[in-house]
């Protein structure tokens, strides 16, 4: 609660009969000039001032913000709430469990451990694809999602009960992001404090990177890793620098045949040549009123992938219809209209806040896209696709022959011609084996299903094409077209090629609703997209198993073969551990590639088949026309179906409702439970600080390259038979069937540890020199505790040098934990034994993720790498100048020495530099001398 008002902003606001107690910003000189996303955060510290963490100095300092300087004035930002999906938010309820019992034993009140912010958790990360392409996929797929999380989802329903101001949106429901701008998300927040009715900007972290989404609703948040939410939770301010922020205009308009999804990969390209990382967004301009409040959605989810702290839009006439058409209430709706009328954060494109930087994209120059093989930023034009396909082959597939090329084998209509067989079929393949761009062998693998289709696969064969949660469901123009150009295939004869996986996953259940009432869910059916879930699914890698037949001819012949999928996220080994090349595109791409089957394929001169008549049919034949799809959003789409979804948002089903749920303030753990463990964090923690010490003698774990995401550290997606966290869950009666995702077990830390820096990419390439030389991929490295120093699982290795003792560092390339937020990329490395990692340069959540669990992030001195200072892993490394922080100094660089060891080449020089210490803010160090967060919190809490 706010003690100290500097500026005298408290104020009253009344709309209709309610009076609210705001806090105006025009007492701040300066205000006017500000975007929009700092009048927010100036909002929030004239409402927290403190005196001590928040000051009358930051005020001031964020009212005279000097647009073109660098970021040095460090801020405390509070969130109104805190809103998670379950696999980042079950750690989070873990370790606030954990607390309570902490806070016993050290002599406090269990209840004391409660969320201070209201925080909402969404369970949407859980449902795997199992089962598609069938009517009865979607009850089949939750049925098998509430056998395997059993455990998780008793423990949060227990959760959900235990704590005050938690609330579950539960199972089968929708994907956070979507539930978040439809729902949970006020624009404008109302709420008692200390008797008074306050309103104030709604803003939020969320446990999921994407959490930018609701930026398009006007909502100030972003992803934060699980370990800066729980702060969030427990009343922590957010440590931040006050950002830079690149001001975005747009003009001119969407043309026709280009979708939302286009535009957004443009802006990611964009941006990401720009360089965002570390600084807000904001659209501003005329043209942001003709953007549609679900393109807006579309762009902010997308925050992450370019690299930003958020993506802004303002709040405006689109924004108060977007909350009308979801369903909120008339009060509400006046509610944020005057307050942001009042407050200056009503968009008036007349008025142009200062920038640090300026960017700009006429709208109507856009054109068709998809990204990829690997990463979002990576765009192709549609127009080039086959073409960038055959070059990228060449890194994924062995340089020698031609490629096939499927198009030709499906020119048929989809009946086959008279005395047409599947042997002809592969004939019919030889006759055009040499067609295409050389320097690639080709595969041409025959397959035939259990149900009796035969086909031919090859490099580049579209083996999954998944309409997936996020980015794009959340978006009727896209989900439509998609749902209209596939009732045009169908009208045409034209179907999906039998080997493509293909899933349909809602983000909300008003998708469905608009689809029924369109009759689109019957001509997406029929090229065999059914509903697979209502969850994150195929982003991130609960694809569920490919058709069996085709994986295994993938597996037997190492096929390149592609997914393509209307999310955000495309890195390496993500989607399916079959699948080596996988690509972003909207919606109704993600059909035409059904249909194609090949990213081999040119939409502009090949058909994707013949119609009942003989006659070719070509992509543009069967694009749906902005004004069907407009038709449509507007005879199937109500205010009432958002009301009606809604207003059973936190109940859940039977299932939810009869899982049987431990009570009681403290829980009872399972001892057998292999999905929900207690945490280790407070074990034998006392009250009294243990000073910060340099690190001696330590091994290197890992020396990695540019670009290592948190994907790359952190444990996701399936658990491979013969890793040590397979182990584990073996020598604890899991059965491999069972075995369930890194993700869904991410309440046992054992699994967790076990499973970080295990990805099947990940290329340690200390590991090279006991390989001759050669690029090994996988979670291992070098055992320097064993005879030789021979190659470890990471797990195994990390034992070893924690039962002698040795402290354990990683030396990473540029951009080290980009990707998603995930606390586990950090808590894993800790509980490795690492207590350093220096590279060249971090990712923003990492390096504030690796402080928050007591890992010291460094960096080489500014142009060196570790290569380049002949570093290669074998050393033994000290790393001094750390223990000024016992006397509240934080130390600019600290001296690193690293020593040759028996392992090292005979020749080599012991190397030292000086690192530089990116323990960032007062709050920082902070964390860093308490060990972590939790037990900063725990300690102030008691």
């Known amino acids: 609660m706010s003690t100290v008002d500097s500026f005298g902003a408290k104020s009253t606001l009344t709309v209709g009969s309610t009076d609210y107690e705001i806090f105006r910003i025009d007492t701040v000189p300066g205000y006017d000039k500000l975007p929009f996303s700092l009048k927010v955060l100036l909002e929030n510290l004239l409402r927290t001032e403190d005196g001590a963490n928040v000051t009358k100095a930051q005020i001031e300092a964020l009212g005279s913000w000097d647009a073109a300087a660098e970021p040095d004035t460090e ?55 199992d089962l598609f392409g069938t009517e009865n996929a979607l009850e089949r797929n939750v049925e098998i999602e509430y056998e395997r999380n059993g455990e998780r989802y008793q423990f949060l329903r227990w959760g959900q009960t235990a704590f005050d101001d938690f609330k579950v949106v539960p199972p089968g429901t929708g994907i956070v992001h979507q539930v978040n701008i439809e729902h949970l998300a006020k624009v404008i927040y109302d709420r008692q404090v200390g008797g008074v009715l306050r309103a104030y900007p709604d803003t939020c972290v969320g446990t999921d990177s994407h959490t930018t989404m609701v930026n398009g609703l006007g909502v100030l948040g972003w992803g934060v890793g699980g370990i800066e939410a729980e702060a969030a ?45 570390g600084k807000f967004v904001e659209f501003y301009g005329a043209g942001v009123a003709s953007v549609p409040l679900a393109n807006r959605a579309t762009i902010g989810n997308m925050s992450p992938e370019f690299g930003s702290t958020a993506a802004m839009f303002p709040i405006d006439d689109v924004t108060l219809e977007y909350l009308r058409l979801t369903g909120r209430d008339e009060q509400a709706v006046a509610l944020v209209e005057a307050y942001a009328k009042e407050q200056a954060l009503w ?31 990576d765009r192709i034009l549609l127009s080039q696709a086959k073409e960038q396909f055959n070059s990228d082959l060449t890194n994924y597939a062995d340089a020698d022959h031609d490629l096939v090329d499927l198009t030709v084998a499906e020119s048929f209509p989809a009946s086959d011609p008279p005395g047409f067989t599947p042997e002809d079929e592969h004939s019919h393949h030889e006759h055009h084996h040499h067609s295409h761009a050389p320097h690639t062998v080709s595969k041409p693998t025959a397959v035939t299903t259990a149900g009796g289709a035969s086909f031919t696969l090859d490099h580049g064969s579209v083996a999954l094409a998944a309409i997936t949660s996020c980015t794009n ?112 595109a909207s919606p109704p791409l993600v059909v035409a590639y059904a249909l194609a089957g090949s990213m081999n394929f040119d939409f502009e001169t090949d058909p994707l088949g013949k119609d009942q008549n003989g006659a070719d049919v070509f992509l543009k034949d069967i694009w749906p026309a902005p004004d069907e799809v407009q038709e449509i959003i507007d005879s199937s789409i109500s205010r009432e179906q958002f009301i009606k979804q809604y207003a059973t948002v936190f109940d859940g089903d039977e299932r939810w ?87 869904s077990r991410r309440g046992n830390h054992e699994v967790m540890i076990r499973g970080t820096f295990a990805n099947i990419r990940l290329k340690n390439l200390l590991v090279s020199a006991v390989n001759d030389g050669a690029i090994v991929e996988g979670g291992f490295t070098r055992d320097f505790t064993q005879e030789g120093g ?98 509240g100094v934080t130390p600019k660089t600290v001296k690193v020495t690293a020593a040759p060891s028996e392992f090292s080449a005979p020749d080599k020089q012991p190397i030292e530099f000086d690192a530089v210490v990116r323990i960032d803010t007062p709050g920082e160090a902070d964390y860093y001398r308490n060990g972590g967060i939790l037990q900063y919190v725990l300690r102030s809490l008691v």
């Not at 957010?238 to 286009?262: C, E, H, N, Q, Y």
């Not at 292999?674 to 290197?700: C, E, N, Q, S, W």
Request: glycine share 10%.
């Open 790 to 887: 021979p190659q470890s699982f990471i797990y195994d290795a990390s034992q070893n040098y924690q039962a002698d003792g040795t402290p354990l560092v990683i030396f990473g390339g540029k951009e080290y934990g980009s990707g998603s937020s995930r606390d586990w990329a950090a808590k894993g490395t800790s509980l490795l034994g690492v207590k350093a990692v220096i590279t060249e340069s971090f990712e923003r959540i990492h390096r504030s993720n690796l402080i928050g669990m007591g890992v010291v992030p460094l960096q080489f001195p500014a142009g060196s790498s570790w290569e380049s200072l002949g570093l290669d892993g074998t050393e033994i490394v000290s790393i001094e100048g750390l223990e000024q922080l016992n006397d």
């Open 473 to 584: 469901t959340s978006n009727p123009s896209v989900m439509i077209a998609a749902g209209l150009l596939a009732q045009k295939a169908l009208e045409r004869g034209l179907k999906s090629k039998p080997w493509v996986k293909t899933t349909l996953g809602p983000g909300s259940k008003v998708v469905t609703d608009y689809y029924e009432k369109s009759g689109l869910d019957k001509a997406l059916e029929g090229l065999g997209f059914f509903t697979v879930g209502y969850g994150c699914t195929i982003c991130i890698g609960n694809s569920g198993p490919l058709i069996e037949e085709v994986s295994a001819a993938i597996n037997e012949n190492d096929l390149a073969v592609t997914a393509v999928l209307s999310g955000n996220r495309n890195f390496e080994g993500r989607i399916s551990p079959d699948v080596k090349m996988n690509y972003l």
């Open 75 to 129: 801020i405390q930002f509070t969130p109104a709430r805190v809103v998670m999906q379950d696999f980042t938010g079950v750690p989070c309820i873990v370790d606030l469990a954990t607390m309570r019992e902490a806070v016993t034993s050290l002599g406090g009140d269990p209840n004391r451990i409660n969320p201070l912010s209201p925080a909402e958790m969404v369970i949407d990360h859980s449902v795997i694809a």
């Open 233 to 277: 939770m427990l009343g922590q301010p957010v440590s931040m620098l006050i950002p830079r922020v690149v001001g975005f205009k747009l003009t001119g308009d969407i043309p026709a045949g280009v979708t939302a999804t286009d535009v957004v990969l443009t802006i990611t390209d964009m941006l990401r040549k720009h360089g965002v990382v």
């Open 347 to 377: 968009h008036d494109a007349d008025n142009e806040p200062s920038f640090s930087e300026y960017l700009e994209l006429d709208l109507s120059t856009v054109v068709p896209s998809i990204a990829g093989p690997k990463r979002p930023q």
């Open 657 to 743: 409702t009869s899982l049987p749920t431990p009570t009681g303030p403290v829980f009872e753990w399972d001892v057998d439970s292999t999905y929900v463990r207690k945490a280790p964090y407070f074990d034998g923690m006392t009250m009294d600080l243990t000073p910060v010490a340099d690190i001696h003698g330590a091994r290197v774990l890992a020396t990695l390259g540019d670009s290592v995401t948190t994907d790359h550290i952190s444990p996701a997606g399936n658990i491979k038979a013969g890793t040590p966290a397979a182990q584990y869950l073996t020598e604890h009666g899991v059965a491999q069937k069972d075995f369930n995702s890194y993700g």
